[in-house]
């Protein structure tokens, strides 16, 4: 097909097009902020693609025969890959029986196709010497500062050889809820957030986010070392390194449709996003021999979701205010059935940016979503509910949308941010009862103070009669301040009665036995989850009173010298403490609650036994139930456990002692002892 030359003379729906997706793609690809929906952008290139075959040309950069994006001007240094990282071929998966003829009767790998950043990682003489993203295929920017903190790729590891992976740099939701708060809500979705982490200028920065690194390819060495021709075997050699892979099962032509269905159903219990299934020949050689087009190789294929959609006619706009005050627009329609027949009546759409932008399903005819309007809403990921198109209904049956001018809840003037180009509807006010409830839900969470039944719904009506406010110590004295009987106010509201309200006060009654790892968790401390709060809580052997001298004299000295800890959450809990305690109500609070809580002191100090040794667990294991056990064994005695031997690993722990993997050569080679699971328990014990 001929390749014609782009230039802004080009003036035909073609052009434009190819344009419009270009640009959409840069921002895909270099900022993590995206202007157009994955749905819509798909949707727009299937009719560019249309239009290119009936036209019988494509313009030059075309998304249709172009991988990615050019790199963006950044500081980012710009590095060429030692070979082309091309994209992949799709189906829908409304097109999966499609898979079963391009499998043929070859045996299969099929994989979680990773919806973040592709990152190409080298490694030479056993460290990480490069990190750089896809962009266009052929040449990429340098992010080896800030992969060195992806967890899942390891900085050092046993092979010595010339080794080149790619995988996704990717993060979970969990994590994107939590950094999207603190950024005002300006990212769409996890994939936008990974992306801009990756390819921040400051690895300062980066690395207070989260991100994951999950291999899907290993490139050097190739499928012409026999040891490693078979992808199921490759994949087994990178997770011997340390590096964390995707997750797959060998598939044949007989099984792989059952085997997407199973993958789909695990879909909602997935922490990380994918957008489909990737399906390649798990003979490497094979599929090297088939070659590959401009655009994508012959020997896998990706299968993506599809976002099936429903009209449906848009009713109201709710708003919804989050605990760092970004009011989100929530789009409340009629009742459809998505996905496997569950009703979905509501979505969000993320901030005014989305909203104001959502596309219209005629082609090139601009409209502005109103109320009344109809709308196709289908499930992103087959998950997440999103509104993605809209098609112009009768002036008089609609009418416009208001962007509220003071906060629905605390009626508090908003404010209009514009964050990199995304508009974000804001409250200021920091005492708004919608700001402090996503702070308390999380401090009465089940990995908080767990009180059964005090949910948001209930938090909010405690909250509108004046019953608590912004601590979770006010909990604790609710049955004080009543005298323990329901107040009239709360009595007014729907589902409060004298059973409901004696539950919830035997609720409260009930968790006062705790621990101080679950106090620490409900105190907001911003970046303390519940890895940091248990490692904390070790440090002061569960012993509130040993928190409150430290909290009453901070150290960021202290803090920073613990494992595992790092600069910068030390600096969050160090400044939170001097913080509160020159606050008076806060500090007062503070110590209510401490006062009114019954904490479990360890039984028995705690097991130090196995602090100060590094250990690498490998193989199959049979004393354990899995090598997951073993680990939470040696790190509950304050061992280390390490995903590769180097000059710091103590024992290297192998049932088979004669093996001649790299690990066990390694060991060898640096006089490392090797211990069997049973050696491993007769010396330290289980």
């Not at 490759?234 to 997770?239: D, N, P, Q």
């Not at 759409?349 to 109320?371: G, K």
């Not at 208001?402 to 605390?410: A, L, N």
Request: charged letters at 25%; glycine letters at 6%.
């Amino acid at each position: 097909m001929e390749i014609r030359t782009l230039t802004d003379a080009n003036k035909d729906v073609q052009a434009l097009l190819t344009r419009t997706l270009k640009i959409a793609a840069d921002q895909y690809y270099n900022t993590g902020a995206a202007s157009m929906s994955d749905f819509e952008f798909d949707r727009q290139a299937a009719r560019l693609k249309e239009m290119e075959i009936k036209n019988g040309f494509v313009y030059e950069g075309s998304p249709t025969i172009a991988v990615g994006a050019p790199v963006a001007v950044t500081k980012l240094k710009t590095v060429r890959h030692e070979q082309l990282a091309q994209s992949l071929d799709k189906v829908k998966y409304v097109e999966r029986e499609s898979l079963l003829s391009w499998l043929s009767d070859k045996p299969g790998m099929l994989s979680w196709k990773m919806d973040g950043l592709t990152v190409v990682a080298t490694y030479d003489n056993g460290r990480l010497t490069s990190a750089v993203t896809r962009g266009n295929g052929e040449e990429g920017e340098e992010v080896t500062h800030n992969a060195r903190f992806f967890k899942g790729l390891p900085e050092k590891i046993a092979d010595k050889r010339h080794i080149v992976v790619r995988g996704e740099a990717v993060m979970t939701y969990a994590e994107f809820e939590r950094v999207n708060a603190e950024n005002d809500g300006i990212y769409e979705n996890a994939r936008n957030l990974a992306a801009a982490t990756v390819r921040m200028l400051d690895s300062r920065d980066s690395r207070k986010r989260e991100i994951q690194f999950y291999a899907f390819e290993l490139v050097e060495p190739d499928a012409s070392v026999k040891t490693l021709r078979y992808e199921d075997i490759r994949f087994s050699f990178l997770r011997g390194l340390g590096i964390q892979t995707v997750t797959s099962c060998l598939t044949d032509r007989e099984h792989i449709l059952a085997d997407i269905e199973k993958w789909q159903e695990q879909l909602k219990d997935n922490p990380c996003p994918t957008d489909g299934l990737v399906l390649a020949y798990n003979d490497q050689e094979y599929a090297a021999s088939l070659g590959s087009t401009e655009h994508h190789p012959r020997g896998s294929i990706a299968m993506k979701w599809t976002d099936e959609t429903k009209e449906t006619t848009l009713r109201d706009i709710e708003w919804s205010v989050g605990k760092t005050g970004v009011i989100t627009p929530v789009a409340i329609f009629d009742p459809i059935r998505l996905g496997a027949g569950s009703t979905v009546t509501r979505a969000s759409m993320h901030n005014l940016s989305v909203m104001e932008s959502i596309p219209s399903e005629e082609e090139d005819t601009p409209s502005t979503l109103q109320i009344g309007s109809k709308i196709q809403v289908g499930l992103a990921n087959m998950i997440i509910p999103q509104v993605y198109t809209q098609t112009p209904g009768q002036a008089e049956a609609m009418h416009p949308i208001h962007v509220p001018e003071t906060c629905p809840v605390c009626g508090e003037k908003t404010l209009q941010k514009n964050r990199n180009g995304v508009k974000v509807l804001y409250c200021p006010n920091a005492g708004c009862p919608a700001r402090t409830r996503g702070m308390l839900v999380n401090a009465f969470s089940r990995s908080g103070l767990n009180i059964k039944g005090l949910g948001p719904s209930q938090i909010e009506d405690l909250q509108q009669t004046g019953l608590l406010e912004l601590y979770p110590a006010e909990a604790y004295t609710l049955k004080k301040r009543t005298n323990g009987t329901l107040p009239a106010a709360l009595a007014a509201k729907d589902g409060w009665g004298e059973k409901s309200w004696k539950n919830l006060l035997d609720a409260i009654d009930t968790s006062r036995k705790t621990t101080l790892q679950k106090i620490l968790f409900s105190l907001g401390i911003p970046l303390l989850g519940n890895d940091l709060s248990k490692k904390l809580s070790a440090f002061w052997e569960g012993d509130p009173k040993k928190f409150l001298e430290y909290y009453e004299n901070p150290s960021y000295e202290t803090l920073v010298e613990l494992d595992g800890i790092g600069d910068v959450k030390a600096c969050s809990v160090y400044d939170w403490c001097r913080f509160t305690k020159s606050d008076a109500v806060k500090n007062l609070m503070i110590h209510i609650l401490m006062e009114e809580l019954e904490v479990e002191k360890p039984a028995q100090k705690v097991d130090q036994s196995l602090k100060g040794l590094t250990f690498v667990i490998t193989g199959n294991v049979h004393i354990y139930k899995n090598r997951d056990e073993f680990k939470a064994s040696v790190e509950a005695r304050g061992g280390k456990v390490s995903g590769s031997v180097s000059s710091k690993t103590t024992y290297l722990v192998n049932n088979d002692l004669e093996s001649t993997s790299g690990k066990n050569k390694k060991a060898h080679e640096l006089n490392i002892p090797i211990l069997s699971e049973d050696i491993f328990v007769a010396k330290f014990g289980k």
